[in-house]
């Protein structure tokens, strides 16, 4: 979103803006019942040998092809070098290529490539296969509800200290620092859940852990991005840091494993109930036939902190700044909150699962700020997605904004998702439709297993926030609407917090 976005009413991105004022293309429609071929599909013009890839924007590549995708309709085509890909902002089509995986699609083997170039242990996010099948059951096991309820009050605790940061700001009238205290927030919930340590950047003020972190994503993105490998052979400042923080976090990580191993050793009763995702994990793991080893093991450590910490920070951050600007729904979520939860000093599970309309806010602000605004599978085998055939080995970039297709779908409407019988009661047939197209965590048996997880964590802190604080200001340094900024997840420019304790 740019600073010359529509007004607080409507969230749009600019995907328009600086686009040429060309009329769409249009191709004559094939015959009912035949499925078209990618090279009968329109799209931007290409240049020889390099096709698109010059023409990408690395921060706004998703608004550059939301562009495009209004230029050319849902389903269009661009050139990466000289492989063709498939874009596709069909929501339909999309929900059915991704309940097609691991079968029918996979993720892109480019993502593999780079992410083992940077040295990232190979986690159910990236595996394939039987070895994802085998990771897929031990993470899953992990995320049992038993394990989640026992989670609990570590993920109080961390949520308790960022009150208490908060609080310390309010009562000397200084701004927050949004983005970074709620990345602490993420980085010590996720790392006390996977490695059973607390890290306690938020009292710290940050920690190694948190800084490697924001080093891996930004590259990973890059990497995905760049026509040439050039960080293998320019070894440059900035790829040799990289490669450090690669190395402190896979040492880390390693020596997490091995005193949980430590800890489980030595108390049956712990291994009974463990109390961390990462012993969770290293139990099932333990199982006869399990075929997941501590490499694996590390490997879904390290999916957790980079999946876990800019996800849950980014959509905090977005859910924020759509509440500032829409001041009956920020009204709405206080009260309830309030009602539930009082100051919220320590809420429970069940008075989280008592707030149907903070969790309809978090889904719409999923909705229209998807923190993976772009998904990227590969076809396994010759398919189709929508009414194109597409070959084995097709890339296919999905556009996960869901705008069209509803009613204002561009304005933040949280209401759309409740009814009388509270969340996850549909409200009429488009919102039984937005209920199975919107999927912010992916859908089919590669869904984000932590998804459960992720909407508590980011409950609970809306319930600490909205229960001991009235907001008083949110803005962006320039004070318009903050811009989109994509570096594999996508987050709001910089954005700061002004508070009051509530009495």
């Known amino acids: 979103m740019n600073a010359t976005d529509p007004a607080p009413t409507d969230t749009r991105a600019a995907a328009g803006a600086g686009a040429p004022a060309a009329a769409p293309a249009v191709r004559a429609a094939p015959p009912p019942g035949r499925l078209r071929a990618l090279h009968e599909l329109p799209g931007p013009p290409a240049l020889p040998l390099v ?43 999309t929900a059915a290529a991704l309940a097609d995986r691991p079968e029918g699609f996979r993720r892109s083997s480019r993502l593999a490539d780079v992410a083992a170039g940077l040295g990232l242990p190979a986690g159910v996010f990236v595996a394939e296969g039987e070895a ?26 961390v949520a308790q200290q960022l009150g208490e940061r908060w609080a310390a700001a309010a009562r000397a009238g200084r701004a927050v620092e949004l983005q970074a ?5 993420a980085v010590d919930a996720i ?119 800019d996800t849950t920070a980014h959509t905090l951050a977005w859910l924020l700044d759509l509440l500032w600007r829409h001041p009956a729904a920020l009204q709405r979520a206080s009260a309830e909150v309030q009602a539930v939860c009082g100051r919220a000093e320590a809420p429970t599970l069940e008075q989280l699962a008592a707030l149907p309309y903070v969790e309809a806010c978090l889904h719409e602000t999923l909705r229209l700020k998807p923190v993976a605004p772009l998904l990227a599978t590969e076809a396994l085998r010759d398919g189709r997605v929508g009414g194109v055939r597409v070959p084995r080995g ?77 907001i008083t200001g949110l803005a962006t340094p320039h004070g318009g609407p903050p811009a989109e900024r994509l570096a594999y997840t996508m987050s709001p420019e910089a954005l700061q917090l002004w508070l009051r304790e509530r009495p």
């Open 394 to 470: 097709t890339l296919v970039v999905h556009l996960m904004r869901r705008e069209t297709g509803l009613p204002q779908g561009q304005r933040f409407e949280p209401a759309r998702w409740l009814a009388d019988g509270g969340f996850g009661a549909t409200a009429g047939p488009e919102a039984a439709a937005l209920r199975r197209l919107n999927t912010p965590f992916g859908a089919g048996p590669r869904q984000c297993p932590g998804r459960h997880l992720a909407m508590l964590q980011m409950k609970l802190a809306v319930a600490v926030l909205l229960g001991r604080f009235e």
């Open 191 to 309: 790392a006390g859940l996977a490695f059973g340590s607390p890290v306690n950047s938020l009292q710290a003020g940050g920690s190694a852990i948190q800084q490697h972190l924001d080093r891996v994503f930004p590259a990973l993105f890059s990497r995905l991005l760049s026509p040439l490998p050039h960080w293998r052979w320019l070894r440059t400042p900035a790829v040799r840091g990289i490669e450090a923080s690669m190395a402190a976090l896979n040492e880390a990580v390693r020596g997490f494993v091995a005193a949980a191993h430590q800890r489980l050793d030595a108390d049956a009763e712990r291994r009974a109930h463990p109390q961390n995702l990462l012993e969770a994990m290293i139990v099932a793991a333990d199982q006869p036939g399990s075929g997941v080893d501590d490499a694996q093991i590390a490997g879904n450590v390290f999916t957790l902190l980079l999946a876990g910490e």
């Open 132 to 157: 994802w099948r085998r990771q897929r059951r031990v993470v899953m096991a992990a995320f049992d509800s038993n394990h989640v309820r026992r989670y609990h009050p570590a993920l109080v605790g």
């Open 181 to 185: 205290d709620l990345m602490r927030y």
């Open 51 to 93: 096709g698109h890839l010059l023409q990408l924007q690395a921060p706004r590549v998703h608004q550059q092809l939301e562009r495009w995708c209004a230029r050319f309709g849902p389903l269009y085509t661009l050139r990466l070098g000289q492989r063709p890909v498939l874009v596709c902002a069909d929501a339909e089509a």
